[in-house]
């Protein structure tokens, strides 16, 4: 343990239970070798329990079986956070949690690929590196049972932002449910709560006492930055740049030659595709992958990600020595995984699966090696799956499923 540091512990990845043994044991061999009194260990162990249902804002590293379309996910931010408008949404959004008032809340809709969890990504970075701020994203399935959640927060006089990414989801709005009535408890100088969703929130969504404690506390708009979030830019150069500087993150991160921006050009950088910043950085990554250019419709687009996404789990099916013949299985595995928001762990997954015509008069040891498929192609972290993301892909392999 000889070089480590307490604060070295306490930044260890703590968004899943199963850290939580490795977490103490690592804090009790460090006291140990300290010197440090039991009451020192105690209070390592208050922090570990503070932080598993506030998962962090980003994540720094891509498992090496993850599909193409991951390079996409905003939590992992690999293409750089570029932009005026959304630049100087930052900064309002920055201003809007610094205001004195306790409780506030405020929400971001827009399509999929608009860049939502982006710029709550780089919101709570930004505020975490000021260290007066705890951050995160809410996880539904780590939320304490507790009635007093507020007190896993382990505040120290620090402010709070909590994200909700896909408020309008049932099992986040369980979770709202249970913490919009009680915010005004949380111990802590600032309260902000983010509210990401596809659609405003509407009253039925919510139970009585949640929807009356969120008008309290809802902010009408920001400055320069209404409830709708707008095009990532309209200026055609700034939409190049943005392409030109994810071909270069990307091609840095797969580790091959980054290429000549002037041999990369949009097609039509004025295209309404473009208003989505996902669709330029799929664009940016398909010319990493493949230099020659292609049609830029946003379904043309799509279509060429999925058909990678597609291969991702050809490949994982030859790893597990599954006949491709269960191809349109796993397809409909990934589609209703994907509309469910993701599942718990395998077992979960098998339930989910024998619902399905695909897999009806298929032996169970089919079922779970697709099962087991499925967590090996999208892991969350822990035991679970997670769907296929960004979005609008998962939006287009329902649609395209939905045509055939």
């Not at 996404?309 to 491709?324: D, I, N, T, V």
Request: neutral net charge.
């Amino acid at each position: 343990m000889s070089g480590y540091s307490v604060s070295a512990i306490q930044s260890f990845e703590t968004g899943r239970r199963g850290n939580r043994d490795t977490y103490r044991a690592l804090a009790r061999a460090l006291n140990e070798e300290l010197g440090r009194q039991k009451k020192d260990l105690l209070r390592l162990e208050f922090d570990i329990k503070s932080g598993f249902w506030l998962t962090s804002a980003l994540r720094r590293v891509i498992g090496p079986r993850l599909g193409p379309a991951a390079l996409l996910d905003a939590r992992f931010g690999i293409a750089p956070w570029m932009g005026e408008a959304r630049v100087n949404q930052l900064d309002n959004l920055v201003r809007w949690c610094r205001r004195k008032p306790k409780l506030r809340s405020f929400s971001i809709r827009a399509e999929g690929g608009m860049g939502k969890t982006r710029l709550a990504v780089a919101l709570c970075e930004t505020l975490n590196a000021t260290g007066e701020w705890v951050t995160g994203f809410i996880s539904p399935r780590l939320f304490p049972k507790e009635h007093d959640w507020w007190n896993t927060l382990h505040l120290q006089g620090s402010s709070v932002l909590l994200v909700a990414d896909y408020a309008g989801r049932s099992g986040m709005l369980e979770i709202l449910n249970r913490i919009l009535p009680t915010l005004e408890l949380v111990e802590a100088d600032r309260v902000r709560l983010l509210l990401l969703d596809r659609t405003a929130l509407q009253t039925g969504l919510l139970e009585g006492d949640a929807w009356h404690a969120l008008q309290q506390i809802q902010e009408g708009h920001l400055p320069h930055f209404g409830p709708q979030l707008g095009p990532v830019s309209v200026d055609p150069q700034e939409r190049q740049d943005m392409f030109h500087g994810a071909i270069r993150a990307f091609a840095q991160h797969l580790g091959v030659p980054e290429q000549d921006p002037k041999a990369h050009l949009l097609m039509n950088p004025k295209s309404s595709a473009y208003n989505q910043v996902l669709l330029l950085h799929m664009q940016a990554m398909e010319r990493v992958f493949n230099s020659a250019p292609t049609p830029d419709r946003a379904d043309s687009i799509l279509e060429r990600l999925l058909d990678r996404e597609r291969e991702h789990w050809r490949e994982g099916m030859k790893r597990l020595e599954l006949s491709q013949v269960l191809f349109d299985a796993v397809e409909a595995a990934v589609a209703r995984v994907s509309e469910l928001g993701g599942v718990s762990d395998r077992a979960e997954a098998v339930k989910v699966l024998q619902l399905l015509p695909e897999f009806y008069g298929q032996p169970p040891t089919v079922t779970g090696a697709v099962a087991k498929l499925l967590r090996e192609v999208y892991p969350d972290g822990g035991k679970g799956i997670v769907p296929l993301r960004p979005d609008p892909l998962y939006d287009y392999l329902a649609n395209s499923r939905l045509i055939l």
